[in-house]
């Protein structure tokens, strides 16, 4: 089994968001999909919603983001 960094998606609201990817990141959005449905029993049916929980999961562990934001504050 694979250890991938996002867990099932929440069931949320839809929201509309426009993003320009490069075809290759787009690709590998599309396969992150297929491999997260595969281990979750989730079809991921559209790959976009996928950006969100990344970023997200980003920021969270980004830990010079974190020491940034608890200065700023």
């Known amino acids: 089994m694979t250890k991938l960094k996002l867990g099932p998606l929440a069931d949320d609201k839809p929201l509309k968001v426009t993003v320009e990817l490069p075809a290759s990141v787009h690709r590998d959005l599309i396969a992150y999909a297929e491999v997260l449905g595969r281990e979750t029993g989730q079809q991921v049916k559209e790959p976009v919603k996928l950006i969100v929980p990344m970023i997200e999961r980003f920021m969270a562990t980004d830990r ?7 200065t700023a504050s």
């Open 64 to 70: 010079g983001f974190a020491k940034a934001r608890r």
